[in-house]
């Protein structure tokens, strides 16, 4: 049986950090009346269907941000890879720290903090498969230490769904920005939505995560369609 003392992570037991001041070597912002800095952090989630780039535009974000000095944390779930690390499909790679449904994304950062390791940001890649407590611990990392959390990931499954972690994230974030790289149906038309495929047809039953990729490796796929070849379950020629 598991009582609630039980579900609190152990890395959480110890008392917590006293707040953004114990970032080691952090930037010092000036203060506004609240006494918060004047340049807040701030939550954004970058969405868009398969093979729109999001990952892609995850490690840019890190590579600009890292290039003006600040420090962060890149983390995933279910990378292609299948590995502690965020993989694109223009061939750019990153080592990432892998999200577990136990994982505290402020123990996470306090933990670092305590080793020393400054912390300005984490990029969250893949944050449709995190879980809707995680999305909190992003909301608490930037109100109340100011570590800024760039969400990348799915707004829908297969079944044109929102995803609790991507509901979340619209409803918590200080910014939402549909990531304007398009990706194409076989129509023509912009793809919206994903598909799972499998034995050659559209799938509209079954587990919300499945792992495949949009390339033909293994029983499923996935394929972005366009709503209306979505809707009719409509793969195209070939
Ligand atoms: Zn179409």
């Known amino acids: 049986m598991t009582t609630a003392d039980d579900a ?17 070597a952090g930037c010092v912002a000036a203060r506004g009346v609240d006494g918060r800095p004047a340049h807040a952090a ?10 729109c780039g999001k990952s892609t535009m995850a490690l840019q974000m890190n590579y600009n941000h890292s290039r003006q000095g600040r420090r962060g944390l890149v983390t995933t ?31 996470l950062v306090h933990d670092a ?34 570590v800024d959390v760039y969400a990348f990931g799915l707004a ?20 939402v920005a549909r990531i304007q790289v398009e990706v194409l149906c076989w129509c023509g038309r912009e793809g919206l ?5 499998a034995g050659g047809r559209v799938v509209r ?3 919300q995560v499945v792992i495949g990729d949009t390339v033909d490796t293994g029983e499923v796929r996935y394929q972005v369609l366009c709503r209306r070849h979505h809707r009719a379950g409509d793969l195209g020629p070939g």
């Open 156 to 175: 829908t499954d297969f079944r044109s769904c929102l995803f609790p972690a991507a509901q979340r994230l619209f409803e918590l974030a200080d910014s």
């Open 77 to 107: 779930r279910i990378d292609r890879s299948l590995g502690p690390q965020v993989t694109t499909r223009i061939g750019l790679a990153h080592e990432a720290i892998e999200v577990t449904d136990s994982l505290d994304l402020r123990a």
């Open 205 to 207: 039953e079954g587990e």
């Open 113 to 146: 903090w305590a080793d020393g390791v400054r912390v300005d940001y984490l990029i969250c890649d893949e944050a449709s498969f995190y879980s809707v407590e995680h999305v909190e611990q992003m909301a608490e990392l930037v109100d109340s230490y100011d």
């Open 8 to 24: 609190v992570p152990t890395c959480l037991a110890r008392p917590p950090l006293a707040g953004p001041g114990d970032n080691p």
């Open 42 to 51: 701030a939550l954004r989630f970058y969405w868009g269907p398969m093979d």
């Open 193 to 197: 939505l994903n598909a799972r495929v």
